[in-house]
């Protein structure tokens, strides 16, 4: 085994979590989302090196609830790469009346986090993921509004990265892209979250991007 092996955390909400296991059965700790994909590519890709791969994405959380826990699941781990996708969960709480998202602390929450991993962990590698949706399910009744308040959450992680020197996996055009060659519901069934083509399709779009750290 080699002396250092290098880790390689994700991080979100029920999208990243893919009902991963909560114990160590290698057949279910990753999940079954876009981070089980890259996992498994880059698991054989990489396997003189026998990487560790880590899913502690939580589903229903929101940025502030990463904020909220990343002393347990992301400091203490001292991983070599942090992928961050979440939003969606800020965004439905502001949208749909849910009590916890009664004040929008997205961007504050997330430059708190970057802020304090860029002190505490300096050497690890950040990926930021941009927030994506489709019309359809319930988004799709209000769309314009949805669509203006993801927009805003893609804008602010697109700055952030930019600030923060972080590496960025924009999604949202791919999705679009891949909605003009099948309906949307085939790609992201509810208008949050993918199907498995839907992961396949953002694990595509954050292997691109993060190809040279590997």
């Excluded at 319930?138 to 509004?145: G, H, I, L, S, T």
């Excluded at 308040?149 to 600030?163: D, P």
Aim: glycine share 8%; hydrophobic share 40%.
């Amino acid at each position: 085994m080699p002396e250092k092996r290098k880790i390689i955390l994700f991080q979100g909400d029920s999208i990243t979590d893919g009902n991963r296991g909560r114990d160590e059965d290698p057949n279910h700790i990753i999940g079954h989302s876009y981070a089980f994909i890259i996992t498994g590519k880059l698991g054989v890709e990489l396997a003189e090196q026998m990487p560790l791969f880590i899913n502690r994405g939580i589903s229903g959380n929101r940025v502030s609830d990463l904020y909220a826990r990343w002393n347990e699941d992301a400091i203490s781990l001292q991983p070599d790469v942090i992928s961050i996708l979440a939003g969606v969960n800020d965004a439905w709480g502001i949208f749909f009346n849910d009590p916890r998202g009664a004040t929008d602390r997205f961007e504050r929450a997330y430059r708190h986090l970057l802020t304090e991993t860029k002190e505490v962990l300096p050497q690890t590698k950040l990926i930021l993921c941009e927030p994506f949706t489709l019309k359809v399910g319930a988004p799709a009744e209000k769309w314009d509004n949805w669509k203006e308040l993801i927009t805003n959450y893609q804008r602010i992680v697109r700055e952030l990265s930019e600030q923060f020197d972080t590496l960025f996996v924009p999604l949202q055009e791919a999705f679009d892209h891949a909605a003009e060659i099948a309906e949307p519901s085939y790609w992201i069934w509810d208008g949050v979250h993918p199907t498995t083509a839907g992961h396949e399709l953002i694990a595509r779009e954050w292997l691109k991007v993060a190809e040279g750290l590997f």
